[in-house]
């Protein structure tokens, strides 16, 4: 078994606990000649070459997009898990409720002495997450975590699956307080949403980014947020990643860092020590199944032989 990237090195321990079959677990980059496993992400297709006993491929998250399944060879399975659903809609939760009460600008302001936005200071600017509308575009695991809490807060919940036509679409843009991306990344939503849907939105509403970065025009979301289209935004995916050249590249190439009206994170909203334990198990679980020769659990893509 060999663990590729980040995700399964640090879940190294974890699954060599879990799992029961005797398994050596290896790092990549290594010699692929014998392993029968590669956990985890990017796969590429020169790793698929070197690798010609290979009987699964498993993803460490939810995401296989960075696995080249166009080069796996028939019968050899994909597999992905999740557990990210709960610690990314618990994200969700805070990201409105410090985009609601400013939680950034009262921060500031407090250490000037400034009483802006206080009961002493102003009239009230913060509203209450009860009676708003969220609307959430992708209905998988994480929206609909994200929409039970929300709930529980008395928000409206609006949502749309795939398969939705585009009046429905612009219908939630428009009708949502906050909008919530939770959507995968495809051919229907790279670019999905550009400078004509961020207009429809209402003026006060917010932006949540946790699905990807490119499912929003990057030019467009920044001029939306910096011309003040939209009041602000959370985001936490985006359209450029650390490599090993360059580990503190910047997610971005337009200015978000110089914006007052948003919250930036590191692709971190589903990164909690519970989402790696029970990823780590059920991947275990998963090798279990595939020594005794059973059905495997969570197949994304098998090409049929």
Known sequence: MVLVGLIARLGRDLLASAVQTPVTLREHPCDLAEAEVLIGQPITPRMLAQAPKLRLVHAAGAGWDAIA?????????????????????????????????????????????????????????????????????GFGHIGQEAARLAEALGMRVRALRSGHSREEFEDLLRTADHLLLACPLTDATRNLIG??????????????????????????????????????????????????????????????????????????SGWTSRTLELRMRDIAANLDRLARGEPLERVVFLKET
């Not at 609601?100 to 009483?115: A, F, P, Q, S, Y």
């Not at 910047?250 to 971190?268: K, M, R, Y």
């Open 69 to 137: 399944t166009w080069e796996l060879r028939p019968g050899i399975p994909v597999c992905n898990v999740y557990h990210h659903e709960h610690a990314i809609a618990e994200y969700v939760i805070m990201a409105m409720l410090a985009l609601e009460r400013d939680l950034r600008g009262l921060h500031e302001r407090t250490r000037r002495g400034d009483w802006t936005g206080s009961a002493v200071g102003s009239a009230p600017r913060a509203r209450e997450l009860g009676g708003l509308t969220l609307g959430i575009l």
């Open 195 to 268: 400078e004509p849907e961020l207009r429809m939105m209402k003026p006060d509403a917010f932006l949540i980014n946790v699905a990807r970065g490119e499912i929003v025009r990057e030019e467009a979301l920044y001029r939306a947020l910096k011309e003040r289209w939209i009041r602000g935004a959370a985001l936490d995916v985006w359209y450029r990643y650390p490599k090993p050249s360059e580990p503190n590249r910047l997610p971005f190439t337009e200015p978000f860092g110089e914006l007052d009206n948003v919250i930036l994170s590191p692709h971190s």
